[in-house]
């Protein structure tokens, strides 16, 4: 399927397919990424404030990744961009437009299993499709072209505990990039896999996001995912936001002889310790 | 695997029931009297012969439709309210300063003691009876339901919501789905509070049904009677849970069974398979490398 489209799936399936065959036609890979802005933002809940006074700006079709110890409120990062938390102070914006609560143009994938347990990988899939209104056939025949993206198609009709936690977290992503999301916000999505597996995942990830041009916010706690990962990566620490990097070489495994990137991981692995 | 076949369970099962009736008719037709007395008792030959003679009678089936027909009438309108009010006190701080108390200061009251409310209340008997049912089942429905939804996994609902799912969306794809386990518990409960309570409403002010002809056995003295109504209320309250149970678990197939454990379990007791006990580990890891490279 095509995912180049910019056209929003609630103009209805039958426009969506004539336009993406359009756009595929004609445009280069038109920018379906969006632009989240934090201007001097408090996170948290009322009673615990995880972050204070964060500056970020994260570009359309950006890959940031965030890192941080963990309980330094990384997770309170993502849910405020989700919109399940609202700031405490401070502006959370989506293109200039104050983000009121969560949205479809906005996908989460959870660390941990938010598959709906009593639906197969596929209606799983199919749900948010159904939600934007998709008729049946459309939104199953989506469902299994995404799920086949992901190397799922023979375990479509699994329910999720009868696969792997890697295969889990394969349905998530495939769930989360159906409807053709602006931005996709990941919270750990790899951290309860195994290196291998992870390693497996992060390729698939880079695979599946290209073309999407979503903007995608991954946070995680694993430094070489973050520097493998990110366009640029935001180093979080003792309530702060305190230093975004650019990643020189993103996505490329062999960037580990280059010596900035040597030194940026050294100044990551010591931010962190500190 | 050392498991029981199903034939062998069902075999034992009928086995426990004849054994339970061959006890009676021997206490019985031997007119035991050893403190406990069962020479008063109708033997199991007794009974046998007064439920063949009900089954023949016109009175046997209208008061088990009667019964029925209350029972069901109570228990799915008990189902449908105790289902409501339960996710509604669990999701809506509202619904649960309304309700709340109004429901625990009610809830500690046989439903049995609603007689009296029963016959003020409602033009009927029939009426009444249904009442009562209902009342029954509803607290034990409504408490699991509570619970249930309240204990769902927060994760479920924010990811609907992240799809822009909103609350109609959410009730029915993630709170109801995931509540069903629980709320069955509370169903399976409910239905056999509600047997007690229709069959104890008819006994005080029922026309027709099966607690009333039992109860009108026992005042004309007809023993074998009293056990034909005893029986019909104990295989009449067997098929009702079962079938709530069958559909529970229809429902809810896609919860992770643990059918599997009791086999996997049973064979390190095997004594010739002591030995190796060391590389039983080892011999697990072929399993999980191959699950990782589906990954």
Redo the contacts between chains.
């Keep these: 399927m095509s995912t180049s489209s910019d056209t929003r799936a609630s103009t209805g399936p039958a426009t969506a397919a004539t336009a993406a065959t359009a756009a595929t036609g004609n445009e280069p890979v038109p920018v379906r990424g969006t632009r989240l802005t934090l201007r001097s933002a408090t996170l948290g809940r009322p009673d615990s404030t995880a972050l204070t006074d964060v500056d970020l700006d994260v570009a359309p079709g950006e890959i940031l990744t965030v890192v941080g110890s963990s309980g330094c409120g990384k997770s309170t990062l993502l849910r405020t961009l989700?919109?399940?938390l609202p700031a405490l102070a401070g502006a959370v914006e989506q293109d200039g437009q104050r983000i009121e609560?969560?949205?479809?143009t906005?996908?989460?994938v959870?660390q941990?299993?938010?598959l709906?347990?009593?639906?197969t990988l596929r209606a799983n899939v199919e749900?948010?499709l159904a939600?934007?209104g998709l008729a049946r056939a459309e939104r199953r025949r989506q469902a299994e072209s995404w799920l086949e993206r992901v190397g799922l198609a023979d375990r479509s009709g699994q329910?999720p505990?009868r696969v792997?936690?890697?295969?889990r977290q394969?349905a998530q992503l495939a769930r989360a990039l159906a409807?053709r999301p602006r931005a996709v916000l990941m919270d750990e999505p790899f951290g309860a896999?195994?290196a291998?597996?992870r390693a497996?995942?992060q390729d698939l990830l880079v695979e599946v996001l290209h073309g999407t041009g979503a903007t995608v916010v991954f946070v995680t706690h694993d430094v070489d995912e973050a520097l493998f990962l990110g366009d640029r990566v935001a180093l979080l620490g003792s309530g702060r936001l305190t230093a975004v990097r650019e990643v020189p070489r993103p996505r490329d495994r062999t960037a580990h002889d280059d010596p900035a990137w040597v030194a940026l991981r050294r100044e990551v692995l010591t931010s962190l310790s500190t | 695997m050392s498991g029981r076949t199903g034939a062998a369970r069902y075999a034992l099962r009928a086995a426990s029931l004849t054994t339970a009736l061959v006890a009676w008719q021997l206490l019985t037709s031997l007119d035991v009297d050893l403190w406990l007395r069962f020479s008063q008792f109708p033997t199991v030959a007794d009974v046998a012969r007064a439920f063949g003679e009900r089954l023949g009678g016109d009175d046997y089936w209208t008061d088990l439709t009667d019964s029925l027909t209350r029972i069901l009438t109570g228990f799915l309108l008990a189902a449908v309210m105790g289902i409501a009010t339960g996710v509604a006190v669990a999701r809506s701080r509202l619904a649960e300063d309304l309700l709340g108390p109004l429901l625990e200061v009610v809830r500690p009251i046989p439903a049995i003691a609603l007689v009296p409310v029963a016959i003020l209340l409602f033009p009927s008997n029939e009426q009444g009876i249904v009442f009562i049912t209902c009342a029954a089942a509803f607290f034990p429905v409504m408490v699991s339901t509570r619970h249930a939804v309240r204990a769902l996994t927060p994760v479920w609902e924010e990811a609907v919501r992240t799809m822009g799912g909103g609350r109609g969306r959410i009730l029915a794809t993630v709170v109801l789905p995931g509540a069903l386990p629980g709320i069955f518990g509370g169903l399976s409960v409910g239905i056999g509070v509600s047997w007690i309570c229709v069959i104890s409403a008819e006994m005080i002010s029922g026309q027709y049904g099966v607690g009333y002809r039992t109860w009108q056995d026992y005042t004309v003295v007809d023993y074998p009677g009293v056990f034909v109504g005893m029986v019909t209320i104990g295989i009449l309250g067997w098929l009702t849970s079962t079938a709530v149970e069958l559909l529970g678990r229809r429902l809810t197939r896609w919860l992770p069974r643990t059918s599997y454990v009791p086999g996997t379990r049973a064979r390190p007791r095997t004594p010739g398979r002591a030995a190796p006990a060391g590389p039983a580990p080892t011999a697990v890891r072929p399993e999980e490398a191959r699950d990782e490279h589906l990954v």
């Design positions: 989700a919109g399940l609560g969560p949205a479809a906005r996908a989460l959870f941990e299993d938010a709906l347990p009593w639906r749900l948010p939600i934007q329910l505990h792997s936690g890697g295969q394969r409807p896999l195994d291998q597996t497996g995942m």
